[in-house]
């Protein structure tokens, strides 16, 4: 039986709850969407693994010291060496019988009753009621990519309707490899298999994402959901690329930190009070001095933005005119009505889920401070989330104690009350991509 670990915020947000209130959130119906395969196997699977595993001795040496890493704390400067943790463990989970073992692990960890980590006295039950877990289908020398994704599938099985698969593809790779992950999640999704979506991760600070449109399109129209890690870092945030992720509307988004508000102003139209058409530059096309820093983002990014707009909903049958994009003679304020006109016309509103992971952002230090969060925004919004936790292998936490997050009072939490927590359960169960209603 895999042995969970809670340390940090997590655990002193835990420790600071009583007993009611621990009851009260087990007892909460809540999904899982966003966790990491690799990211989330027990140490004690990971050990135990590694004590049957005898490896070359250059590979055993980067084993060793990644496992001594994670048993004393992860400690990040920056995300990106959070991502240098990942060659040790998949050197240890590169055959079918160790993948087999590890996502078996995972599964329990997360679907069947497990004793309180060390330190805790509340009553054994599951982390949650239901699980997406996500991989990335991964070729070794033992295993297609195919294998691969049989090998995760047939654990999953045994947990129908409570668990599912998202394959996952990662940023750095070819277009030829995301080709042939999208062709087999949906060659796998259509033989009835649980796989429910697809999702974009990797290390924010590399790929890029340019080519995959095609790829991710083919997957909606086969059924599949799409979610995307969006804005994990300031660099992805300020960039084109946040615009070129939202415009493939995505059902739901992986953190979302750094969406700027022009970003969320047009595709979230209604999230910012009072602000739905920011006030951005006038129609001569000249930039006022001085004007906020995000309107001058803006202004630089809107006309490509446009155009990839323009032709999404042209293919929809809507018409915008070209030539004004072109010159970018047009008010961004039209612009932005356009769009919003558009949306109306098309009866949608666009509000795609954003999964949230507290500790995970602090840890990797891609948000400084619980009072920071983001989520705060997007609950003051009344834009749905959904709670997850990322990576409990490194991050050491659990499903339970991120809503302890939510509950426990400042400073160890936000300090919400049972009833906004049940809501944000709730919000998180409504955005499975399992049984969800086709748009
Ligand atoms: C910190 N937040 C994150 N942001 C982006 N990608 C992440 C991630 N956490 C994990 N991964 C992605 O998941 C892989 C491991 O699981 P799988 O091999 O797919 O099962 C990592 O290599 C990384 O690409």
New binding site residues.
């Given amino acids: 039986m895999p042995s969970l670990i809670i340390s940090g915020a997590a655990r002193a947000a835990l420790q600071s709850l009583d007993h009611d209130d621990i009851t009260f959130l087990q007892n909460l119906p809540k999904a899982e969407l966003h966790a ?4 989330s196997i027990p140490l004690s699977t990971l050990q135990r693994i590694a004590t049957n595993y005898s490896p070359s001795p250059d590979i055993g040496a980067g084993v060793a010291a990644t496992i001594a890493r994670l048993q004393s704390n992860v400690v990040l400067t920056e ?1 990106s060496e ?2 240098q943790l ?1 060659p040790a463990i ?1 050197a240890l989970i590169a055959t079918p019988a160790a993948l087999a073992e590890a996502t078996r692990d995972v599964l329990h960890a997360f679907l069947t009753e497990q004793p309180p980590p060390s330190g805790f006295a509340h009553h054994p039950a599951p982390d949650c009621s239901y699980l997406e877990l ?3 289908p ?1 070729k070794t020398t033992h295993m297609s990519r195919e294998q691969y994704l049989l090998t995760v599938l047939s654990e999953i099985r045994a947990f129908p309707g409570r668990a599912a698969l998202i394959v ?1 593809v ?1 940023r750095r790779m070819s277009e030829e490899d995301v080709e042939e992950c999208v062709d087999l999640a949906i060659k796998l999704h259509q033989q009835g298999e649980p796989v429910v979506g697809l999702d974009l ?4 600070l590399e790929g890029n994402v340019d080519t995959f449109e095609k790829h991710f399109d083919r997957a909606r129209e086969a059924g599949l959901g799409l979610t995307v ?1 969006i804005a ?1 870092t300031k660099l992805n945030g300020h960039s084109i690329e946040s615009f070129i992720l939202l415009s493939w509307h995505p059902d739901r988004l ?2 979302a930190t750094y969406l700027e508000e022009p970003q969320r102003d047009i595709f979230f139209l209604g999230d910012i009070p009072g602000t739905q058409v920011p006030q951005i530059p006038p129609p001569n096309g000249q930039v006022p001095d001085p004007i906020p820093h995000h309107h001058r983002t803006f202004y630089a990014l809107w006309r490509k933005h446009v155009l990839l707009l323009s032709r999404r909903y042209q293919e929809a049958g809507f018409h915008i005119d070209s030539q004004d994009d072109d010159t970018g003679e047009r008010a961004p304020r039209e612009v932005v009505r356009e769009i919003q006109a558009l949306r109306d016309l098309a009866g949608k509103q666009y509000k795609p889920c954003v999964e949230i ?1 507290l500790t ?1 952002n602090l840890l ?1 230090k891609t948000v400084p401070r619980l009072e920071e969060h983001h989520i705060r925004h997007y609950l003051a919004n009344n834009h749905p989330v959904v709670i997850c936790t ?2 409990i292998l490194p991050f050491r936490t659990t499903l339970l104690a991120e809503y302890a997050l939510l509950l426990a009072k400042p400073p160890h939490g936000l300090g919400l009350s049972r009833d906004e927590v049940r809501k944000i359960a709730e919000m998180g169960m409504n955005a499975r991509f399992m049984n969800r209603k086709q748009t």
Avoid: K, Q, V, W
Wanted: proline letters at 4%.
């Fill in positions: 990491h395969l690799h990211g995300i959070f991502f990942f998949y996500r991989s990335t991964r996952s990662d991760c990797g290390n924010p890690h994990e992986g953190h992971c995970s990797s990322d990576d």
